[in-house]
């Protein structure tokens, strides 16, 4: 790799003057470069790839959006809620309509602006004179960006649903009467397109090519599409929508999941997860390289996510408001109780006390949440409001305390996950300083081996191997911590489903799960949060109260497809509901 973190950070800028076209087939700017420069040059066709890298995103849930750098998917899952203002960042209250999905609005557009990007490439690259010059090189750029199209289609049908799947670059002559494939089509090109490029990518990159496709990559992206297409939201019995937009009817749908992540599973050796001693050794699992990572994009101080932008970080937009945080994102104490006891046990048995709910938890849930009296950046966490001013003081991250307080957490509970505690110094005020420093490696991770190890444990258990689920499921819940899982039947599918909850929590999983599940009740709920009291003699004590209602919409299992592009293409049918 030459200068990949460079690299990337110029072909951000040029990505982002692409993606503000607001037609898809708008993307004409690279020609600057000279179009007949770039395929005579096996290095500047490696930049056109590095420049759909960008597809891959990262804590951002949209850069078009001033507000979507700065939060995930989380807010809208039953991990979290968007904390400032209560704001609907999703519209999952109001209504997603095909005029706006809220912050997800442009998803669509972007993503094609990268397909149209791979397609254009892809059409002329065999016959260019890099591929003479430079043969072994070009092919093998040739699979990476196969690779990118395949990654941007499978998040386009999570999205949407079955949508065109187009191979080539539209010209002026063509046809622009678009129609969508079927998901079943869909899933089919996503898994031929992944198993050509797996044999040609390596199957590991060296640490200086930390961030580019590898065989690895290419199998757990395989993994994911198949696991989630064999999922109860595809199944023709229960698919809201019984259409081939929507179903996946193959009868060997869970042997396929298994056997993509059994691929994996041989190449890595079942080898145990990255072992951890305790909760500050599992949160820097976070913040850097390691061999459990599959795939991620790369982060750096060479490099910022959004421009020059530090505050799309998760240090700033993560931490309290009273650590001159934003709180951007707060975890639901829906999700909260969601973490086991350290025994093993949950919230619903006598081992848990409600009145001191932060006592005995496990490991996880003090590596990946902050709560009222987290230890976290030199200080303990404040929520609480105090009943007597004139003997304690408000709480320093309380809608009375330091820093900008609208940003005060509605549900007593921020994200710790991701915060790379080095970045920044408290401050005598009790407020941090430098929150927009760079960690110098840290990655967002997109694909890694417990994912791998989880989707394998859900095949297994769809297909009967009750035995064969539990070993790969107790090698993720062991690492963290956890006694062994011994559950049969429905309850152990139910421990999968929370041990993927906890396992990947915040990394942009939960709002498909629990779509594919059809777990609608972790859909629409009340969101329930703590809120913290300080009594006279220092006594904390904590209520649970609705902090707002979301409601569950059918035809919210998927984003409708933006009015205008069905106005310019009539033939492309709009999904469900809308």
């Known amino acids: 790799m030459k200068n990949l973190k460079l690299i990337y950070a110029l072909l951000t800028i040029a990505v982002f003057s692409l993606s503000s076209c607001n037609d898809v087939l708008d993307v004409e700017a690279r020609d600057a470069f000279a179009e007949d420069l770039i395929y005579n040059d096996p290095e500047q066709l490696e930049r056109l790839v590095y420049t759909v890298y960008n597809s891959t995103e990262s804590w951002g849930v949209n850069k078009r959006q001033w507000w979507g750098r700065r939060f995930n998917l989380e807010v809208g899952s039953y991990e979290a ?164 937009l929507y179903v996946y009817t193959k009868p060997n749908k869970w042997q396929d999941a298994a056997d993509a992540a059994k691929a994996i599973i041989d190449i890595v050796g079942a080898r145990d997860l990255i072992a951890v001693a305790n909760a500050k050794e599992y949160q820097n699992l976070f913040l850097s390289p390691n061999n459990d990572i599959l795939f991620a994009r790369p982060y750096s101080a060479l490099y910022y996510d959004f421009g020059t932008d530090t505050n799309s970080l998760p240090d700033q937009t993560f931490s309290p408001s009273g650590y001159s945080g934003w709180a951007l994102a707060a975890p639901t104490h829906n999700f909260a109780l969601q973490f086991n006891m350290a025994d093993g046990t949950t919230t619903n048995d006598a081992g848990f006390d409600p009145n001191n709910p932060n006592d005995g938890r496990e490991m996880r849930y003090y590596a990946d949440l902050n709560y009222n009296g987290a230890e976290f950046r030199g200080r303990k966490v404040q929520y609480f409001l105090s009943e007597d001013v004139t003997a304690n003081p408000h709480g320093l991250d309380s809608p009375e305390g330091l820093g900008n307080k609208q940003h005060s957490s509605k549900t007593g509970y921020n994200i710790r996950k991701f915060q790379d505690e080095s970045v920044g110094t408290l401050n005598e005020e009790g407020m941090i300083d430098g929150l927009t420093g760079i960690s110098p490696e840290r990655p967002y991770i997109l694909y890694r081996l417990a994912e791998v190890y989880l989707n394998y444990a859900e095949a297994q258990y769809h297909l009967g ?46 709002f498909f799960d629990e779509r594919r599940w059809m777990n609608e009740d972790h859909l629409g709920f009340d969101v329930k949060g703590l809120q913290w009291t300080k009594a006279t003699d220092g006594t904390e004590t904590s209520q649970e109260v609705t902090v707002v209602e979301r409601p569950w919409l059918t035809q919210h299992y998927y984003l409708p497809l933006p009015a205008s592009e069905v106005e310019k293409a009539p033939t492309m049918s709009q999904n469900f509901g809308y």
């Open 81 to 244: 809620i968007f904390n400032f203002k209560l704001l609907d960042q999703f519209r999952l209250r109001a209504g997603m309509t095909p005029g706006t999905v809220g912050m997800l609005n442009g998803k669509w557009d972007n993503y094609w602006d990268y397909v149209r990007l791979a397609n254009e490439f892809l059409d002329k690259v065999d016959d260019s004179a890099a591929m003479e010059k430079d043969p072994e090189t070009v092919t093998l750029l040739k699979a990476e960006m196969r690779f990118l199209r395949a990654n941007i289609y499978s998040k386009l049908i999570r999205f949407y649903g079955g949508v065109p799947i187009l191979e080539n670059a539209l010209g002026l002559d063509d046809d622009f009467a678009l129609t969508r494939n079927s998901y079943e089509e869909c899933v089919d090109f996503i898994v031929s397109e992944l198993n050509d490029v797996a044999t040609v990518l390596p199957e590991t990159r060296p640490g200086g090519e930390f961030g580019r496709a590898t065989k690895l990559a290419a199998l757990a992206v395989k993994s994911r599409t198949l696991l989630y297409a064999a999922s109860k939201l595809h199944d023709p019995a229960f698919a809201p929508s019984n259409d081939p």
């Open 465 to 510: 191997n009750e035995g064969v689920a539990t070993t790969y499921l107790n090698k993720v819940s062991s690492r963290a911590l956890q006694p062994a899982i011994t559950a049969t039947g429905n309850d152990l599918l139910e421990s999968i489903k929370r041990e993927r909850r906890i396992e990947l929590c915040f990394e942009g999983h939960n």
